[in-house]
């Protein structure tokens, strides 16, 4: 597996890259912590507020990567590409067309709070969605066959690195976050979402139709 | 579908940002039919770009599609709270605005786009669908929250009470329902705003429909029974707190204005008169041991006046009270303004430190004695008084209009309301003056709540000191 892991370096900054777009987008917790921070005065604050929020989307991810894996043992390999691929294709669709966000949240929240709302967050953009591509891709899954490493003659990554995965992937968001969080509570302000909070829904609802219809073309960017 | 790709231009994390602002070139205006008689009221666009020809005039109108509507409040679709980081959505619009009937319960969704001189009706929420989803009725003030557009009703849906707040979609303005989970012990209603750094919203008290619809009702007023409390509540389980009274003496307690930092929680509120000595007064609520709290800091005493010159209502008590019927808070939290409507006068006050206001500026205009002229036209008396009053987000301008309600209006101003939309400079450290310029008067319609292009002071809520 390491062997692996090594000759896949784009799969692996895929994945890590994937984290920092979920960690950069200001909806998706950073902000929170930095609006945390400036309520209570507090530095302090905010980097505490980041563990919960991590926690909340390391879980929201996990869960849809689990199910993937019930998935996987259930169903062909190929049923499984196309219905993630559907899946895909329709929730991008959906959130492109009905944006939402959780309602009945407030400014006081403590640590299971944040948590949970970082979980609803994440699971109402499809973070998890987002790394089917990824973990399903074929390509992938062809090479470790090819390598002798895959588990039989599925030719499908073996769930530890799925494992590994969500677990670069989740560093990547927590590194961004406490980098953005930092830069925004003691340098740029506030006044930076004026110009910078770029429509990151809008990318991520596009992003998640692309990489469904990808997903069932069995075109994947890493070989 | 949201395509823009970056926040609407006119959301701004803090209201510190917000006063950086550029300057509005328009004004909204709440028109009601100054007849009532089968003629519909509307929304006045105002030239407020003293670059233009047209300044200070009236440039443009929707006419509603009912009659019987009384337009009073209005609010957008949107606002800065669209950045607030639990429920963000900054790339709504602030587009459309809603003008709600207090008599008739209807809601206008009214698009500002394409052309903000030219504002249309785009969807009409009927009151059936108001007071079937929240089992409210008469709709008051409208603030865009962080999560949906909140609205307050002062009755139910039959015209009694309790009052309260509902809820609807910021997407497509379906109502949702009210607000409310545990009411407790409120029962009236009139405004409400919200400290949103501390999950805290507040609510005050003015009566019932069926206390207000034809008027002031001199036996409640001198019975009390006009509103005189203040509610607390969890703006997050929307659960009733605590109740602060002011005595049932100090009578309609109207509107709220809290500090527009969200770290801070104090805020001012009116109260229109004293059954004591028919003063009007302004209070600060504040935090006290563990609790809500609230303390009168302004008082303005009513003006000794011939019986001759007072409508029938005040006869007997030879004064006309101030009735101060609304105040407006800059975005800096520095200056408070205060639209004495019955003695014609509007005040400035600075309140940096909110126990201690001072008074820096006042000037006269109307009154139901005074009757002082604007400058623009010396020799003509004018009559209602000071009333809705917005501020520039830069806190360098004041807008304000004179009628209050029509069956009110009736009664203070028996000679009728003649409607005129005035605006003030204000001085950088507090003084207002009349801008020579800038006097608009409205012959068949009686001017009510103005909102500025792009934002105002009261009608954003911030969720970033």
Known sequence: MPGWALSHGWFWIGIFALGCYHGINP???????????????????????????????????FSIVALAAIGRQELSQSTMRYASAVFLVGFGLYRGIRARHPRWVGMRVGFWGLALWAFIMSTGHGA??????????????????????????????PFDIWILAVALHTVGYLLTMIVVAYSVYEKFGVRILKAGWFNFDLVWALALVVSGIFLAFRVTGFP | MQLQMRPDPTFYPSARLAMQAPREKLAYVAMLSADGNGTRDGLAVVDVDPDSKSYGKRIGELVVTETGDELHHFGWNACSAALCPYAPHPHVERRYLLLTGLRSSRIYVVDTKPDPRKPHIVKTIEPDQVKNRSGYSRLHTTHCGPDGIYMSA????????????LILDHYNFDVLGRWEVDRGPQYLAYDFWWHLGHDVMVTSEWGTPDMIEDGLNPELLLGGKYGH????????????????????ENQAVLELRPSHNPTNTYGFVNVVISLKDLSSSIWVWHRDNGKWAATKVIDIPAEPADAEKLPPLLKGFNAVPPLLADIDLSLDDRFLYASCWGTGEMRQYDVSDPFKPKLVGSVHLGGIVRRTPHPAKPDQPLNGGPQMVEISRDGKRIYFTNSLYRSWDDQF???????????????????????????????????HQVRLEGGDSSSDSYCYP
Not at chain 1, 33 to 43: D, I, N, P, T, Y
Not at chain 1, 137 to 145: F, L, P, R, T
Not at chain 2, 229 to 248: E, I, P, S
């Open chain 1, 128 to 157: 998890g969605l987002m790394l089917l591509p990824f973990l399903l891709g074929s390509c992938a899954g062809a090479n470790v066959h090819h390598m002798g490493m895959g588990m039989g003659a599925s030719a499908q990554l």
């Open chain 1, 27 to 61: 909806g998706m917790g950073w902000l929170f912590a930095v609006a945390l921070g400036l309520q209570e005065k507090s530095r302090r604050t905010v980097f505490q507020s980041l563990p919960p929020i991590t926690l909340g989307h390391l879980a929201s991810v």
């Open chain 2, 229 to 248: 409390q203040l509610h607390f509540w969890d703006f997050r389980k929307r659960k009733h707190l605590q109740t602060v009274d002011f005595g049932a």
């Open chain 2, 154 to 165: 002062l009755g139910s849906a039959d015209g009694t009470g309790p009052g309260g707040v």
């Open chain 2, 413 to 447: 101003y028996p000679d009728g309301v003649k409607s005129w939309m005035v605006k003030f400079d204000v001085g950088a450290e507090g003084g207002i003056t009349p801008d020579n310029k800038f006097f608009l008067e409205f012959n068949d319609r009686r001017a």
